[in-house]
């Protein structure tokens, strides 16, 4: 059987992967592109004797290399591997997706199109004949919906056609004058007998362009000495012909004449059905400069809600699930070594994994559901205004308004950010907003040093001074590290349309299933090494005193308790852990910290909800201490004072976020260099500004 | 005049546009070219983002971006 390679290539939402949908029985594989973290989807099927095998490219709107996706689309159709390119068109505006159009065409490989949204654009009035753009083009375009799952046999059969029939050269014909500099330089390479694996045509334009690839490709070729005068004197008769050097932008007004002469042939408009109409409607709300704003923050408002709030319910099942698993797997195995590695690491560390899935889930059906509508290109014009002055893209609200929640979500919706840069620092900014496991421990602290009444507001004030340091860090870091000129704005505010339940579906289960895989293999693995680190070295002589002494108080389970909880805070100061809590003191010292403290902070990275826990058992109460339990408020009060408490909570509000959220920015940000990058930006930020904090306070204070 | 001063509602006509390479190109795919009509739907409250349309082609772009196409 045959193997076809196609390359699928369109315009952002022109229902590209809707279109995949409608293929059938296919099985996708979600991965990378090599280097970058860009989404690489292969879809393998097979049907009418064939094995297809479809490479979805990233939306481009055209072939240049300016954001991570164009480049990746670019470099694919210049040196991938594949047969034909599949282009899929959004009909509703078919002028401009025929720019793109132009561009594969003069790539030299064989092209088939596919006129999507068919059943739309007759709608709107839209009436494309599809032979007529067929032989204008020289390539098949076949009209289709993937939402009525219309002309997908059709497109399967052009797109066979297309492989078993030897590709045609190249048909565009492009302005006398231009064609006029094209067929001086191809008959220059006909007589010299050029060999060139591309077409010739192609190879004219793209130096009448000024490739740089196609510049290093020649300069090292004797040709190169006859070629450059040559070239020289056509760019002359362009710039005089075009009143512009710009050659590139020469190439574009004839790609577009090409598009516009191809519509105007080919497409007959009824202005009467142009239903622009129901989209302006609903933008003059939405977009309405006084009310657009406050409905974008309810819709907000409400996302957060349901994901926290509902996503509250079945994290706890999962809690309690993983909970009853360990104390049966522990009473099961008995209280050995191998049972505490199994519950306490293992189990405990893949529950760890499963707890934000219900979070994950709620907040991707809801970005998707913005996405799929058209409203997320909205809240990003509306929101534009204030996060450029901070140096931050208009999107970048999705993930910072998240990371209130959890960090986890928070760093994988930094995805709708389409471009690298904007999207590295918002992911760098984003742990500067609290999560949600950050509350128990700002509860804490601030229940046992504050007056009740006034609780409430310094709690609300911690939240917003974090906000706010966070998009001053995100001005500080635009002005230090990301320092550049401003990615353009220019975004398309796509027509209103209604989602699919299968777009949905494929986008949440998509970003659910990655996030299992590859956070949960990380996450595992360093929960064991925790777990070791807190467990080890054993003192079996300390343990067996602790037993005798037990063993003689037994009835009293006062004493019981104190001297189990004296254990606990034993084996853990003497930990791996504990030891490294001791060792970094003297880092923890200048911010009035304890060990103790620095020890909790510590067990912090691997979850925030543990520093609560960890302080209950080293100011001596047992490890079933929670945020609201006033014992240990005193204990703090009498321990910690309170310039160094507040250094404390500036610090656990800045510094390095949670093993599993780190992991994921790992992956988010592309690699190690970036998760040491954060590590020591966080870690750097929060102890100056705990520094600062403390110094202050000390002042104020004494 | 420039295109950020166009009021809301108008239409006018682009007659150049002086950006750099990168922005020319992004305006280009989307439209944004010489001789093409341009329709400004919303400006933002802080007048800091505006919308226009091309054709069927809505964007949203800076103001500061929008200096940059000059229209008659």
């Known amino acids: ?702 | 005049m420039t295109l950020n001063l166009l009021q809301k509602g108008k239409s006018a006509t682009i007659t150049t546009i002086n950006a750099e390479k990168e922005l020319k190109n992004r305006f280009n795919s989307f439209g944004v070219v010489k001789g093409a009509t341009v329709h400004v739907e919303q400006y933002t409250l802080a007048k800091q983002t505006m919308e226009i349309r091309i054709n069927k082609t809505r964007m949203a772009l800076r103001v500061s971006e929008a200096e940059k196409v000059e229209i008659s």
């Open chain 1, 1 to 702: 059987m045959k193997t076809i390679k196609i390359a699928l290539v369109g315009q952002p939402n022109v229902g590209k992967s809707h279109l995949i949908n409608a293929f059938g029985d296919t099985r996708l594989k979600v991965g990378n592109f090599s280097g970058v973290t860009v989404e690489k989807k292969t879809i393998r099927f097979t049907r009418d004797e064939y094995n297809f095998e479809v490479t979805d490219l990233p939306g481009s709107y055209s072939l240049t290399d300016y954001t991570i996706e164009e480049r990746v689309t670019k470099n694919f159709l210049d040196d991938g591997d594949y047969d034909l390119i599949l282009n899929v068109l959004d009909s509703t505006n078919i002028e401009r997706n025929l720019y793109l159009t132009m561009e594969l065409l003069a790539l030299d490989k064989k092209v088939v199109v596919a006129l999507n949204m068919q059943d739309e654009a007759v709608n709107e009035g839209v009436f494309i004949d599809d032979k007529q753009l067929s032989k204008l083009l020289g390539i098949s375009c076949v009209p289709t919906s993937a939402l009525k799952k219309t002309g997908i046999d059709e497109l399967m059969g052009a797109i066979v056609q297309a492989f078993d029939t030897p590709k045609k050269t190249c048909h565009l014909q492009y302005s006398d004058p231009y064609e006029e500099e094209i067929t001086k330089i191809t008959s220059f390479f006909t007589e010299k007998n050029y060999q060139s694996d591309i077409d010739l045509k192609t190879l004219a334009i793209k130096l009448l362009r000024e490739d740089t690839q196609i510049y290093k490709k020649f300069r090292d070729e004797a040709i190169w000495t006859e070629l450059q005068p040559m070239l020289n004197e056509s760019y002359e008769h362009l710039y005089i012909h075009y009143k512009t050097k710009d050659l590139d932008g020469i190439y574009h007004d004839e790609k577009n004449a090409l598009a516009k002469g191809a519509v105007k042939e080919s497409v007959k408009f009824d202005n009467a059905k142009d239903n622009n109409g129901l989209t302006d409607k609903i933008d003059m709300v939405l977009t309405n400069q006084y009310v657009g704003l406050p409905i974008f923050l309810f819709l907000m408002w409400g996302l957060f809600q349901i994901t926290f709030e509902w996503g509250s319910i079945p994290m706890d099942w999962i809690d309690a699930f993983f909970g009853a698993m360990i104390d049966g797997t522990k009473s099961f195995l008995g209280d050995t070594e191998l049972a505490s590695v199994i519950a306490d690491g293992a189990i405990a560390g893949v529950g760890a994994v499963i707890l934000f899935l219900p979070n994950i889930i709620i907040l991707f059906t809801g970005i998707a559901l913005l996405e799929a509508t058209g409203y997320m290109a909205r809240a990003a014009f509306l929101l534009d205004g204030f996060f450029h002055r901070f140096g931050l893209h208009g999107k970048s609200f999705v993930p910072l308004v998240s990371g209130f929640g959890c960090s986890v979500p928070a760093y994988m919706a930094a995805r709708v950010l389409k471009n690298d840069r904007d999207r590295l620092l918002t992911l760098y900014i984003t742990g500067f907003m609290s999560c949600g496991a950050k509350l128990p421990v700002y509860v804490l602290i601030i229940g046992a040093f504050a007056a009740p009444e006034h609780a409430g507001n310094i709690l609300f004030g911690v939240y917003i001074f974090g906000a706010f340091l966070g998009l001053v860090a995100a001005k500080a870091l635009k002005m230090t590290a990301f320092r550049g000129d401003d990615e353009p704005f220019v975004m398309e505010m796509p027509k209103y349309r209604l989602p699919t339940f299968g777009m949905v579906f494929h986008a949440v289960s998509q970003k659910a299933m990655m996030y299992l895989k590859k956070a949960g293999t990380f996450i595992l693995a360093a929960s064991v090494l925790i777990w070791f680190a807190s467990n080890y070295p054993k003192y079996p002589e300390m343990e067996a005193q602790f037993e005798t002494k037990i063993e003689q108080v037994s009835g009293d389970e006062e004493k019981v308790k104190a001297l189990n909880n004296e254990l606990s805070l034993y084996k853990l100061e003497n930990s791996y852990l504990g030891q490294v809590g001791h060792a970094s003191q003297p880092f923890f010292e200048p911010l009035g910290f304890d060990w103790r403290m620095a020890v909790a902070l510590e067990t912090g990275l691997a979850a925030k909800e543990v520093v609560v826990a960890t302080m209950g058992i080293l100011y001596g109460l047992g490890d079933e201490e929670d945020e609201e339990s006033s014992s240990l408020a005193d204990k703090l009060r009498a321990n910690v004072t309170l310039p160094s408490a507040i250094a404390f909570i500036i610090f656990a509000m800045i510094y390095f976020p949670c093993l599993a959220a780190s992991m994921v920015f790992r992956r988010e940000a592309g690699g190690w260099k970036h998760w040491i990058y954060l590590f020591i930006f966080t870690t750097a930020a929060a102890w100056i500004l705990a520094f600062i904090a403390f110094t202050i306070a000390s002042v104020i204070f004494s």
